[in-house]
């Protein structure tokens, strides 16, 4: 993957992956009057479509589409039956182009680097952090931000469990980004924040991301009534969340929008993503690795990187100077290590 040229060398101009726009075959049969549907399930190769009428459908995919080409968030087109009547299936025969798409990257037995398609279409990525119980992780933070920047999706921070910690330290570090942070407290009987989470998310497609027992499903569940997420088990054979099935699904909000629940975003390599890109996606960094000497890694050890100065720089604050620290610390092994579990 490589930069595309903005005209700017400047950059704090985010450079979002573009569009890709693919050339329609002459032998390809056109398709452009079939209906469209939304793809908001996606179980072991069996679709559940939202049409553009309002019907759900159930479908498969058509044999020329290759596996795994269409996913979660897809707007599709299709055709067969498309009456949604019980035992009938339609056919997805293509894929729209996205407006953005969420990948990770894992490594396989082989231990090669795999990228997979996780989301499409999803315009804001939700990362909840617990501000205890489990303790906040400020690197998978970091993790979540540079794959949301890769994937073209604005974030919102969100902070649950504010009755077992403070919000400030959080609040210090991501702020000064551009990052909302949005602060919940949902312990037993109590619901807070939540309003202000679901008006953020009214119209938006969203996807909810964070480690285990932070309290997306407690979330989830509070921000779609019956959305009926099981909260609080954890897998007592690998001691991590109970997700072991396949299936993907986006849940409505009750004032419009969408909220994608897949198992897709428990791992999250960030392996396919380029060093610019990663760079890009720390703007406040990104802007000393400016006057690096060419060539730089920016690695612990590279001689005269810029960054060693700027944590340094003499009659900081304390609260600037260990946000600094933190930021260059976080980068760089983000830069020394992209292939990474979030539930590691
Ligand atoms: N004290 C407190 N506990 C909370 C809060 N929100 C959720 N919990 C509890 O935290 C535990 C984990 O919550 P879940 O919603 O299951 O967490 P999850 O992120 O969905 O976990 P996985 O499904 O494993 O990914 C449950 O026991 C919840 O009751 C909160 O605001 N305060
Ligand atoms: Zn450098």
């Known amino acids: 993957m490589s930069r595309r040229d903005t005209g700017t060398d400047d950059p704090r101009v985010k450079v979002r992956p573009g569009k ?7 032998l390809r049969p056109d398709y452009s009057d079939r209906p ?12 559940r479509l939202r049409m553009e009428s309002g019907e759900n459908v159930d479908a498969i995919k058509a044999k020329e589409l290759p596996k795994g080409s ?16 019980p ?21 396989d037995r082989d231990v090669r680097v795999v990228e ?12 909840v952090v617990a501000l205890a119980d489990p303790p906040p992780r400020p690197r998978m933070i970091d993790r979540c931000l540079v794959a949301a920047f890769a994937a073209g999706m604005d974030t919102l921070l969100c902070l649950t469990k504010a009755d077992l910690g403070e919000p400030d330290d959080l609040r210090v570090l991501y702020e000064p980004l551009g990052v909302p942070v949005m602060v919940t407290s949902l312990a037993e009987g109590t619901e807070q924040g939540v309003s202000l989470v679901r008006d953020y998310l009214t119209d ?3 996807v909810l991301v964070g480690h285990s027992g932070v309290g997306k499903s407690t979330l989830l569940n509070a921000l779609i009534p019956g959305a009926g997420r099981s909260t609080g088990a954890v897998n007592e054979v690998t001691g991590r969340g109970r997700h072991t099935s396949t299936s993907a699904v986006a ?6 929008g969408w909220v994608v629940d897949t198992p897709g975003v428990r791992s999250f390599g960030l392996a396919h993503i380029d060093v610019d890109t990663v760079i890009a996606a720390f703007p406040d960094v990104a802007e000393v690795i400016d ?9 612990a050890d590279a001689p005269d990187c810029a960054l060693d100065p700027w944590m340094k720089e003499a009659g900081l604050e304390e609260p600037e100077r260990l946000r600094r620290v933190a930021r260059v610390e976080s980068l760089r092994r983000l830069l020394a290590s992209r292939i990474d579990e979030l539930d590691s």
């Open 20 to 26: 890709r726009s693919r050339p329609r075959s002459k």
């Open 204 to 206: 938006h497609t969203s």
């Open 291 to 299: 006057t690096c000497p060419r060539g730089c890694t920016h690695e």
């Open 87 to 107: 035992d009938t299936l339609a056919r997805v025969v293509e894929v729209l182009e996205r407006t953005s798409v969420l990948r990770r990257s894992s490594e």
């Open 251 to 256: 849940m409505e909000l009750p004032e419009g």
């Open 70 to 85: 269409v996913i979660i968030g897809d707007r599709v087109r299709v055709t067969g039956d498309v009456s949604g009547r």
């Open 116 to 127: 997979k398609a996780i989301i499409a279409n999803a315009d804001l990525m939700v990362i």
């Open 36 to 47: 469209i549907g939304h793809v908001i399930g996606v179980d072991r190769g069996r679709f």
